[in-house]
């Protein structure tokens, strides 16, 4: 059997920058196991700019950001196993994994971080009616196939879900020949960041349709056309609003659910509203040793985010194997309040704490001019003005470890307040 | 006196922008940072974007290699450059950051590539 002091499973941004700072910490044993061909994860077809301006002031494009940390993962000599895939985790930390060259491996792990991303949601997934033809892809199977493979998917597009990368899609089929015909958004909001609704969208005057859905999709062997049609407020369709566009690709872009298949089989505890791990401070999650972190834990909108929160694994994964981490400290728990879906860590424990706390949440619809108030204990401990808030941007809050005073079963709230309510 | 509603794209903020014109004099409020003042006075002035795509690559990992603009090119030329890009094949190893076409349809700025390969 291999051992490992760390095991990270997923060589992705989240898996890359929790290793290398769990390196900086002083664990030098560490193995980072990565089902793909390479590492960098998604970032590698993310050829867009955008990434890094929190962790690197600039501008970078998906493959950019990746290749400064798998740089900094092969100068530190932190090992790493690609075309690799991880099964199960059992008992004692153990790992089973499998690849071509090695065979099948057992290997124990002093600690694991999970770090395995997550995966997008199909047509299955949302039940759409119709005939089941080929040229119905998910926006980042499309972008796979786009950026990296160099297959063009289609000539006539529509794109359902204004989620980002259906946003980024849709100029980048626009920019490599193809007509984009429309956007539908179930919600009458889109999912998708501000920015990318700007550049992706109204630069190539390509129309979006909020509180619209899918009713249907033509063609026997190819698509052919589909149908879009209005929806009330209950999100049911309205009788005679149907569009239909002559169109030879659907692009799917509607959502993305943490990937937790090993976690939910080694027992782990999700939370239902994010569908990731429920996880304290140190991104530890209910079973002790097991770190997780980016966006198997949940669903982020900025890598930068992805990276701090993984690097808060890896220190603490390190920490964890130095026997830094007090386990039985006081715990408080984190609730959503009004306006809020969830908030990551669900668990805090003070004395773990360093220096702050970063809380993140989402809000569950879109705001203008509200505060954003964090209580603890029913008593107010951070107030913040908020001029726009949106369930597709990410927010966070820092906390200060020493108002982080509280005695046995606490609750930590963040709410949201109309300003001068 | 003109006024403009925008959003900023230059950082994931998407702060709100009002640009005002008042004889030929832009102001940009609604910004937290420089880079959006510029941003909105460049928006209406002469719009520039960074264009991020892919050439064919021979020997490498993968079948196309991600480049981008390394500036921002104006907007009206994005078209006309992705046709000549579309022309364009290249060998592997390629490192990040090289040029892939010097002064892109005279530009001024570069192609670069956006990985190693």
Same mark, same amino acid.
């Given at each position: 059997?291999?051992?490992?002091?760390?095991?990270?499973?997923?060589?992705?941004?989240?898996?890359?920058?929790? =290793?290398?700072?769990?390196?900086?910490?002083?664990?030098?044993?560490?193995?980072?196991?990565?089902?793909?061909?390479?590492?960098?994860?998604?970032?590698?077809?993310?050829?867009?700019?955008?990434?890094?301006?929190?962790?690197?002031?600039?501008?970078?494009?998906?493959?950019?950001?990746?290749?400064?940390?798998?740089?900094?993962?092969?100068?530190?000599?932190?090992?790493?196993?690609?075309?690799?895939?991880?099964?199960?985790?059992?008992?004692?930390?153990?790992?089973?994994?499998?690849?071509?060259?090695?065979?099948?491996?057992?290997?124990?792990?002093?600690?694991?971080?999970?770090?395995?991303?997550?995966?997008?949601?199909?047509?299955?997934?949302?039940?759409?009616?119709?005939?089941?033809?080929?040229?119905?892809?998910?926006?980042?199977? =499309?972008?796979?196939?786009?950026?990296?493979?160099?297959?063009?998917?289609?000539?006539?597009?529509?794109?359902?879900? &204004?989620?980002?990368?259906?946003?980024?899609?849709?100029?980048?089929?626009?920019?490599?020949?193809?007509?984009?015909?429309?956007?539908?958004?179930?919600?009458?909001?889109?999912?998708?960041?501000? %920015?990318?609704?700007?550049?992706?969208?109204?630069?190539?005057?390509?129309?979006?349709?909020?509180?619209?859905?899918?009713?249907?999709?033509?063609?026997?062997?190819?698509?052919?056309?589909?149908?879009? =049609?209005?929806?009330?407020?209950?999100?049911?369709?309205?009788?005679?609003?149907?569009?239909?566009?002559?169109?030879?690709?659907?692009?799917?872009?509607?959502?993305?659910?943490?990937?937790?298949?090993?976690?939910?089989?080694?027992?782990?505890?999700?939370?239902?509203?994010?569908?990731?791990?429920?996880?304290?401070?140190?991104?530890?999650?209910?079973?002790?040793?097991?770190?997780?972190?980016?966006?198997?834990?949940?669903?982020?909108?900025?890598?930068?985010?992805?990276?701090?929160? &993984?690097?808060?694994?890896?220190?603490?994964?390190? %920490?964890?194997?130095?026997?830094?981490?007090?386990?039985?400290?006081?715990?408080?728990?984190?609730?959503?309040?009004?306006?809020?879906?969830?908030?990551?860590?669900?668990?805090?424990?003070?004395?773990?704490?360093?220096?702050?706390?970063?809380?993140?949440?989402?809000?569950?619809?879109?705001?203008?001019?509200?505060?954003?108030?964090?209580?603890?204990?029913?008593?107010?401990?951070?107030?913040?003005?908020?001029?726009?808030?949106?369930?597709?941007?990410?927010?966070?809050?820092?906390?200060?470890?020493?108002?982080?005073?509280?005695?046995?079963?606490?609750?930590?709230?963040?709410?949201?307040?109309?300003?001068?309510? | 006196?003109?006024?403009?509603?925008?959003?900023?794209?230059?950082?994931?903020?998407?702060?709100?922008?009002?640009?005002?014109?008042?004889?030929?004099?832009?102001?940009?409020?609604?910004?937290?940072?420089?880079?959006?003042?510029?941003?909105?006075?460049?928006?209406?002035?002469?719009?520039?974007?960074?264009?991020?795509?892919?050439?064919?690559?021979?020997?490498?990992?993968?079948?196309?290699?991600?480049?981008?603009?390394?500036?921002?090119?104006?907007?009206?030329?994005?078209?006309?450059?992705?046709?000549?890009?579309?022309?364009?094949?290249?060998?592997?190893?390629?490192?990040?950051?090289?040029?892939?076409?010097?002064?892109?349809?005279?530009?001024?700025?570069?192609?670069?590539?956006?990985?190693?390969?």
């Amino acid at each position: 059997m291999l051992k490992y002091d760390i095991v990270v499973v997923g060589g992705g941004p989240a898996g890359l920058a929790a =290793a290398i700072e769990a390196k900086k910490n002083g664990v030098d044993n560490i193995l980072v196991i990565e089902r793909d061909r390479e590492l960098g994860g998604i970032l590698q077809q993310c050829i867009h700019n955008g990434f890094g301006l929190h962790v690197f002031k600039e501008e970078l494009t998906g493959p950019e950001y990746a290749e400064k940390f798998i740089t900094e993962l092969k100068n530190m000599g932190i090992e790493y196993k690609l075309d690799t895939m991880a099964l199960e985790i059992g008992e004692e930390r153990v790992i089973h994994a499998i690849n071509t060259v090695d065979g099948f491996m057992r290997i124990k792990a002093g600690a694991i971080i999970l770090s395995m991303g997550c995966r997008e949601r199909t047509r299955g997934a949302i039940s759409i009616p119709g005939t089941r033809p080929a040229g119905v892809f998910t926006a980042g199977t =499309a972008q796979r196939f786009v950026n990296m493979e160099g297959y063009m998917v289609g000539k006539r597009v529509v794109i359902l879900g &204004s989620g980002d990368i259906g946003l980024i899609m849709a100029r980048r089929m626009t920019l490599e020949g193809a007509k984009v015909l429309a956007v539908a958004e179930l919600m009458p909001f889109s999912g998708g960041l501000t %920015r990318n609704i700007v550049q992706c969208l109204e630069d190539y005057h390509i129309p979006l349709y909020l509180s619209h859905t899918l009713m249907e999709i033509k063609g026997k062997d190819r698509v052919e056309g589909v149908v879009i =049609a209005e929806v009330d407020k209950n999100r049911k369709p309205i009788p005679g609003t149907e569009k239909h566009y002559d169109c030879d690709t659907l692009l799917l872009s509607v959502g993305l659910i943490p990937e937790n298949e090993i976690s939910k089989n080694a027992g782990i505890a999700l939370d239902p509203v994010t569908s990731g791990p429920i996880v304290n401070e140190s991104m530890e999650t209910s079973i002790e040793g097991v770190f997780a972190c980016g966006n198997v834990v949940h669903v982020h909108d900025l890598v930068d985010f992805v990276t701090a929160e &993984s690097k808060r694994a890896g220190k603490n994964a390190a %920490r964890y194997i130095k026997k830094e981490i007090k386990a039985d400290a006081k715990t408080a728990k984190t609730k959503p309040g009004e306006g809020i879906r969830y908030i990551v860590p669900h668990m805090v424990r003070p004395e773990n704490v360093d220096g702050t706390l970063d809380l993140f949440m989402r809000v569950d619809n879109v705001y203008k001019d509200m505060n954003m108030i964090v209580k603890l204990d029913g008593k107010e401990i951070k107030r913040m003005k908020k001029k726009h808030l949106a369930p597709g941007e990410m927010e966070s809050v820092k906390i200060k470890k020493e108002d982080l005073g509280f005695g046995e079963d606490a609750v930590i709230t963040v709410q949201l307040e109309k300003e001068g309510a | 006196m003109e006024k403009h509603q925008l959003v900023c794209i230059v950082c994931p903020m998407g702060c709100y922008l009002e640009v005002t014109k008042e004889n030929e004099e832009y102001n940009v409020t609604g910004n937290k940072c420089p880079r959006g003042k510029a941003y909105g006075m460049k928006e209406l002035t002469n719009p520039t974007r960074v264009v991020t795509t892919t050439v064919k690559i021979k020997g490498g990992l993968l079948n196309r290699l991600p480049v981008k603009t390394k500036e921002a090119i104006p907007k009206e030329k994005i078209f006309e450059c992705m046709k000549f890009i579309d022309s364009i094949e290249v060998k592997a190893p390629i490192s990040v950051g090289d040029i892939i076409v010097k002064d892109l349809l005279g530009t001024g700025v570069d192609l670069v590539a956006s990985r190693s390969m």
